[in-house]
């Protein structure tokens, strides 16, 4: 969970900018909700000295790299670079192709706690070898693990199918891309959840499939799709990563980011991947939790508001059994459900609860604040 500067900054990014995201991550209280990660995204590299060693932009990171981690880091917070698998980044920045090792050793030297290593141009393996050069990341990420204790997240470009990644993915990487780069509307936010949905069976603790940045705050996205977008990313426990203009953050966007009931979804122990049950324009997710409640969405992808049902036995709960039922989005218990629970849902919305055998109706434990397990596993 944290926030990456490439959908609001692009290339005007600098160490200003990064430490101000970083403090208005705690100001705007999103950093106790779990958002941790301030990721600096492509442009912050110009070249490579006459040892090869990569240079970071002297007018935009005067201090150097080190000096923008040492000051995230003091606000208790986490820092991340990003980099490419081929020769140039897709800003055509110089990238990692045969570099994997010497730049690895050089984030781990800046501190950094998160590294995503993109695709783009230039030279660079052949697609059925890119495992290489992400396993060259990771033995040498492992590397400064055991020697300075610090932990680096590995995040890589891309998976498309089970076949293409299979479950060794999960060895090189803690996450990784699962689409195109997601743009600021409905049909797109469907578009990456759909071919992420469809990847489940490679995710679960310590390896998560990846769609894409959260685009709530940005224009295109209404109120109600903003929700369903959160909804969605949260049922297929995926890293939460903001890119939006924090200081133009609405109250209403910065509930739906900071909404704790569904982060708890996200972020919880289990690892299990929400997928659908009912497919269409009215869909049904499910989602099974640590402490054996069960996450329902009802999905409504049409244009028009809809009444969405979903049978319990569909989701795998006991039909004959009454469920207490809570609310995520209204924050409250909805009372109980025996057989099924409809709800109403408006067009291209979503309805998220929490279903429990203890028919108490109690409140649902809250994310705390706490990290999903990127490195555990």
Known sequence: MGYNTWNYFHCNVDERAVVRTARL????????????????????????????????????????MKAVADAVHALGMKYGLYTASHEFTCQGRPGSYLHETRDADA?????????????????????????????????????????????????????????????????????????????????????????TERLWSLAGPGHWNDPDMLLVGNVGLDADEA???????????????????????????????GNEHLIAIDQDPLGFQGRKVVRGAREVWMKQLANGDVAVMLLNRDARAA???????????????????????RGKAAGTAAGSYAADVPRHGAVVVRLSPDTAGKEPAKSGGLLKGLLAG
Not at 315 to 328: E, S
């Open 25 to 64: 991550l705690i100001d705007l209280g999103l950093a106790a909700k779990g958002y941790a990660y301030v990721n600096v995204d492509d442009c912050w590299q110009v070249g490579r000295d006459g040892a090869g060693n990569i240079v970071a932009d002297p007018a935009r990171f005067p201090g150097g």
């Open 107 to 195: 984030y781990c030297a800046f501190e950094v706690d998160y590294v995503k290593i993109d695709a783009c141009g230039g030279r660079g393996y052949a697609k059925k070898d890119r495992r290489k050069s992400w396993q060259l990341f990771r033995d040498a990420f492992d590397e400064c693990h055991a020697r300075t204790g610090r932990a680096v997240v590995e995040s890589v470009e891309s998976c498309g199918t089970v076949d293409e990644c299979g479950a060794w993915v999960g060895d090189v990487a803690h996450l990784w891309r699962t689409t195109n780069d997601i743009q600021n509307n409905w049909a797109s936010v469907l578009a990456n959840a759909d071919a």
């Open 227 to 257: 929700r369903a977008h959160f909804s969605i990313w949260c049922m297929l426990a995926a890293p939460l990563l903001i890119g939006t203009d924090l200081h133009a953050l609405s109250a209403e966007n910065l509930a739906i980011l």
């Open 307 to 329: 009444r969405v049902s979903a049978k319990l036995d569909a989701v795998g709960l006991a039909a004959g059994r009454r469920y207490a039922v809570f609310d995520c989005w």
